[in-house]
């Protein structure tokens, strides 16, 4: 950092002092003077407002003090032009560092064959392929007052200049600076009062004091409003003002206004933004008072990774330890306490955070606040004894927020969850009460004849729906107990039964009895080999019973699909494709169920196509309708081509397009009607209007209005 101070402060000493100058004996002003332009479309359509702001592309132009604010590298191309092919280029680039922000940037303001200056004497020179070029160094460090809050209240920086002139015969170079500050005015959030200093070393006619104020609300949407002055210190002062919102995300609207003392022009200026991402796009129009209408566009670019990461992670940690503390400020404790549970969540060390934090714990000793406190359980408990459990849980939140160590919060929303887990629980049961009884009847059937282990399969399958169940807990207790007593006899009786049962190809009923082996004697494993190979001969004998039954489907409706598939060929061999569509669907049904594959494959291959046909021909007759303007005829056949091909967007379009006309005009005709007083017309007009345009707010108003 002292490095880069130094190499700033030689610089600086540099153009000041070892720049040399150079001019002929008569001077030649240009109609367009550079170190008066600023680059930027958003301050341009803001009415040239840009002392006051922070963080706008190009900002170190209007005061350098605003480059602090950034906190990653960027790129901002920009270009300007007048109607007398005068042309202004810029390209800055701004570097984030450890402490404040540096920015490099160049300028060229070209002149076409248009473009006239004037000497001293007031003689007019032609200006073609004159220029002015200028590059700009700039540095900006934030003013913090050292406390364990680290309290920011501003921000100052500067520009060093060197221009250099090529105008008709004469040229110059030169140097020339800007210094400035934005002071963040405290108790007021998001107020800004900024002053600049402006091309002091340059020539004096050059030379102004600036201010500006400046307010945003990102509440109503992300809103910006500005105020500049401008006092030059040769000629008269100016004044202008401007607003910026975004009534969309990626969107934002400019518009300003400068008197009429104003150097670049009085009147309206206006311009919008587009953000895509880490890319910005910006253009805005103003007018001029010699050269004309003055038109700027700009892009700017957020470059790679921050040159520090931690700081875009500092920046974002002290804005919301900043909204922590307004909080605090205005005695919102709760919300105060949340936010700063967030920044502790992720920043558990942060000192300021937990400084703040343990102000507000010392405060719930406080009698007001215990009192606020006992208010609110009264209202819990009042809430739950009245079943209000929405209510009581709402009190015992706001207690933990207020004190997370509240033990009759905690027990309270434990009640309340327990309760609405019971009233679940109790419209579960009704819900599947005869499932469950039946079930209970058969588990039960199955403990009386011994069939433990059938028995308590269906025990289980209770429990799912009713987990809390307690007869049915009670019976596989029991279960299990009776199980765990088996002995290795009974074991091994089991098990013989099980392999009889499997060789007699009794495959489901063995499986239980091995199954009640391996619980009784968790050790057989030759007990788990024949589960596993019962498993294998069940699903292999329901994979035969499966193609047996298919086989015999197949048998049965071979001659349907058949039928069905060559009255669909020959539809479409005598170009029915209406006809031949309905039935190659129905051919593909039919081969679907019954797995009939290459019916169904050949089936929906010239489903395909004739969709594909059908599409394109209703598309034709829709356009040709259109160039009759029969534009009903024309909606009627787009929505029918739009039916096979759903996916075609030019149909999407035109069908839009024709509905929102077709919609008005009808609107309109309706309206005639009611100027007239013919309201069933009116009301049939309507009607048909929204047809086409459901959501169309005029017909659906004027309905309203004639109930």
């Keep these: 950092m002292r490095a880069i101070s130094s190499s700033i402060a030689i610089m600086f000493c540099f153009i000041f002092f070892a720049s040399p100058a150079f001019s002929t004996s008569v001077a030649i002003h240009s109609p367009v003077e550079l170190l008066l332009v600023n680059p930027s479309p958003q301050a341009t359509a803001m009415g040239g407002c840009s002392v006051a702001l922070t963080g706008a592309e190009s ?5 350098p003090a605003s480059l602090s604010t950034i906190y990653n590298n960027r790129l901002s191309l920009n270009y300007a032009f007048w109607p007398d092919e005068v042309k202004y280029m810029f390209a800055g680039m701004d570097i984030p560092l450890q402490t404040g922000a540096l920015g490099v940037s160049m300028s060229m303001l070209s002149y076409g064959r248009n473009a006239a200056g004037f000497d001293d004497a007031g003689n007019a020179y032609n200006l073609e392929s004159s220029n002015e070029t200028a590059a700009m160094l700039s540095y900006s460090i934030p003013v913090i007052i050292k406390s364990p809050l ?22 110059e170079e030169s140097p020339g600076m800007d210094a400035g500050a934005i002071y963040f005015v405290p108790f007021i959030r998001n107020l800004n009062i900024g002053v600049v200093a402006r091309n002091f070393g340059a020539v004096p006619s050059l030379q102004s004091l600036g201010a500006g104020i400046s307010y945003s609300s990102p509440e109503f949407e992300q809103l910006i409003l500005s105020a500049d002055g401008n006092f030059p210190s040769e000629g008269q002062s100016s004044l202008s003002c401007g607003l910026r919102m975004s009534p969309a995300r990626t969107v934002k609207l400019y518009a300003g206004w400068q008197d009429i003392n104003a150097d670049s022009g009085a009147g309206l200026r206006v311009g919008m933004g587009i953000d895509i991402g880490d890319l910005s796009f910006n253009y805005a129009i103003a007018p001029l008072k010699e050269a004309g209408p003055m038109q700027s566009a700009g892009i700017q670019l957020a470059l790679g990774a921050l040159a520090d990461p931690r700081i875009a992670a500092d920046y974002h940690l002290k804005k919301h330890f900043s909204q922590a503390r307004d909080l605090f400020n205005r005695k919102n404790y709760v919300k105060s306490r949340f936010k700063l549970d967030q920044i502790l969540s992720l920043y558990p060390e942060y000192m300021p955070a937990l400084e703040l934090k343990d102000k507000i714990g010392q405060l719930a000793q406080d009698s007001g606040y215990r009192k606020e406190i006992e208010l609110y359980h009264t209202r819990a408990e009042l809430a739950f004894s009245r079943n209000d459990l929405l209510v009581a849980s709402k009190y015992y939140t ?6 997370d160590e509240d033990v009759l919060a905690k027990n309270g929303i434990e009640k309340v969850k327990n309760v609405m887990n019971e009233i679940q629980l109790e419209k579960v049961r009704e819900e599947n009460r005869e499932m469950l009884e039946r079930l209970w009847k058969i588990a039960v059937g199955f403990y009386n004849r011994g069939e433990y282990i059938k028995s308590k399969e269906r025990f289980q399958e209770i429990l799912v729906t009713d987990p809390k169940h307690e007869a049915t807990l009670k019976y596989i207790s029991d279960i299990d107990n009776q199980i765990a007593s088996i002995t290795a006899t009974q074991v091994n009786e089991m098990y013989t039964m099980g392999t009889e049962l499997f060789k007699n190809g009794r495959y489901d ?17 030759d007990a788990e080999d024949f589960i596993a190979r019962c498993k294998e001969k069940i699903q292999e004998g329901e994979e035969k019973t499966r193609s047996d039954r298919l086989a015999r489907e197949q ?38 169920r019954y797995e009939f594959k290459q019916y169904r494959d050949e089936s929906r291959r010239y489903v395909d196509t004739i969709k594909a046909a059908l599409a394109e021909k209703h598309y034709k007759l829709g356009f040709n ?4 303007n029969r534009f009903e005829s024309a909606f ?17 379009v035109e069908l839009d397009k024709l509905a929102r006309s077709l919609a008005q005009q009808y609107y309109e005709r309706g309206m005639s009607h009611y100027t007239q007083g013919q309201m069933d017309k009116a009301r049939e007009y309507f009607r048909k209007s929204l047809s086409y345009k459901p959501d169309k707010e005029e017909p659906l108003r004027a309905l309203e209005r004639m109930k």
């Design 150 to 171: 680290d309290l920011k209240i501003g921000l100052v920086g500067i520009n060093a200049k060197f221009i250099n002139k090529k105008l008709a015969d004469y040229s």
């Design 636 to 652: 009627s056949e787009y929505r029918k081509s739009l039916q096979y091909n759903p996916e075609n967007p030019s149909v999407k």
């Design 398 to 403: 706001l207690i933990l927020n207020m004190d």
């Design 555 to 592: 048998d049965r409706m071979r001659n349907e699909v058949e039928t069905a598939y060559n009255r669909a060929l020959k539809h479409f061999e005598n170009g029915d494709y209406v006809l031949a569509l309905e039935w190659f669907n129905k051919t593909e049904d039919i081969a679907s």
């Design 509 to 525: 009923d063995a499986i239980r009895y091995f199954e009640a082996v391996v619980i009784a004697a968790p050790h057989r494993i």
């Design 625 to 628: 309708f259109y160039q009759q």
């Design 59 to 63: 900002s170190a132009v209007g005061n």
